[in-house]
């Protein structure tokens, strides 16, 4: 396809922090095996979209890693994963100021990129066929086309909302409406829906997913004014008045998980018996970097609703309504419930325990008789014996020296040590 994406690798991340505390947020492990980018460079691969850039800025080290062993195309091939971090340059030295600005600071390396620019972000859970996406965007002779989807009233608050003619070019966008009279006014009457094959469900709004298709021409020409810095808020509403914009319809699963709220939900969806977003689809797979693990080794466990990925080993735990993320190890007598555990990144071998042992520091992974609740365990913690982390004053925000609470969820940092006997 004359395409090429563009994956945004996101700011700071504060919203996910602390597990962006050393990571962007695109390196964030989903799924008990995948991290974030996994998700749109799988769909691109799936579409048929082989030129991918992918833009970064904070914390890249582990996100530049991961995409480095992992997407590699064959000398035979004119596909690339190239990622453009953020750097100075005799012409600018500032870092990227938004989504816009972000791409502004790169388009001398997409002047030779095919004729149309796809623009997604790298921290959305979904599957689209991007091969449809184009072809509406194609049909409609469009200069920029924006993916959206039919979100609630209650919603539309946390969105960039629309309103589109019959034909469906976008007529008008509101960025994150916060007051009622907005909100009317782009309300969708049930029989507008019906018009683009999609059922109103009680949804009344239609919400930019963030992914957008651009002719590289007027992507160059809308970017010429450097005050824009970002896409939402300035280029879209500016861009109506001036070019054809066409709305491309999606009614699947999509969820932007950039907060830890969303991120749990996110999870504790994926271990429903039918879950929404489904991992298992033979023929949209998501990819990610093998890792040639043994299966897991489950001994004397009850686990009830729950996922496990390979290269755990489990003694003699209770787990419900959990994600165990790869090489995690569970000692006997603990009970984890509604809970993320990433996982580990190396195994701590006979020799490495009994010298965790002599220096009075716990194993990597989950000790004995611990109580895990309502939490997200990041990846190579240590967690010692008759922890209880069950949030038990009921804090919905707190920063402790080696725990923060967001939300109500419980967070134990990549890399965190905590001692045995603790309770938060």
Avoid at 196 to 204: L, P
Avoid at 222 to 236: P, T
Avoid at 372 to 389: E, P, T
Wanted: glycine share 6%; proline share 4%.
């Amino acid at each position: 396809m004359d395409l090429t994406a563009i994956i945004l690798g996101g700011g700071q991340g504060s919203r996910l922090y602390p597990l962006t505390k050393l990571r962007a947020k695109p390196a964030v492990p989903i799924g008990g095996k995948f991290r974030l980018i996994d998700i749109p460079i799988s769909n691109c691969l799936h579409s048929g979209v082989r030129k991918i850039f992918i833009l970064t800025q904070f914390n890249t080290e582990s996100l530049h890693r991961h995409i480095t062993r992992t997407y590699l195309f064959d000398i035979f091939s004119k596909g690339f994963v190239r990622i453009l971090a953020a750097q100075q340059t005799a012409e600018n030295k500032d870092w990227y100021q938004g989504t816009a600005d972000a791409v502004r600071k790169n388009l001398m390396y997409f002047k030779h990129a095919d004729d149309n620019l796809l623009i997604l972000s790298g921290d959305h859970l979904y599957r689209m066929d991007y091969r449809r996406f184009f072809e509406n965007h194609l049909k409609m002779d469009a200069d920029i086309s924006i993916a959206v989807k039919p979100i609630f009233r209650h919603e539309a608050k946390g969105f960039g909302i629309l309103k589109t003619d019959e034909k469906g070019y976008v007529s008008a966008f509101y960025e994150k409406p916060q007051d009622d009279a907005t909100l009317d006014e782009f309300s969708i009457p049930p029989e507008a829906f019906e018009k683009f094959n999609m059922e109103a469900q009680g949804r009344t709004h239609l919400a930019s997913m963030g992914i957008y298709i651009f002719k590289k021409q007027v992507l160059f020409d809308v970017l010429a004014d450097e005050k824009m810095e970002d896409f939402g808020h300035e280029i879209i509403p500016a861009a109506i008045k001036k070019y054809k914009v066409a709305a491309y319809f999606f009614d699947g699963y999509w969820e932007d998980i950039g907060t830890v709220r969303s991120f749990f939900d996110a999870h504790m969806e994926l271990v429903q018996p039918v879950p929404r977003f489904d991992f298992y689809d033979e023929d949209f797979p998501i990819y990610t970097h093998p890792r040639y693990l043994p299966p897991s080794k489950i001994y004397n466990c009850q686990i009830h609703q729950s996922n496990v990925a390979e290269g755990s080993i489990l003694l003699g735990s209770i787990i419900e309504n959990s994600i165990i993320g790869i090489r995690s190890f569970v000692e006997e007598g603990t009970f984890i419930q509604r809970a993320i555990i990433m996982g580990n990144d190396r195994y701590d071998t006979i020799k490495t325990r009994r010298e965790n042992a002599a220096k009075g520091q716990p194993n990597l992974g989950i000790g004995n008789n611990c109580v895990i609740r309502n939490a997200i365990i990041d990846i190579n913690a240590r967690i010692g014996n008759n922890v209880h982390l069950i949030n038990k004053d009921n804090k919905e925000h707190e920063d402790g020296d080696f725990y923060a609470i967001r939300d109500g969820i419980i967070i134990i940092p990549k890399n965190t040590v905590v001692p045995s006997n603790t309770v938060i």
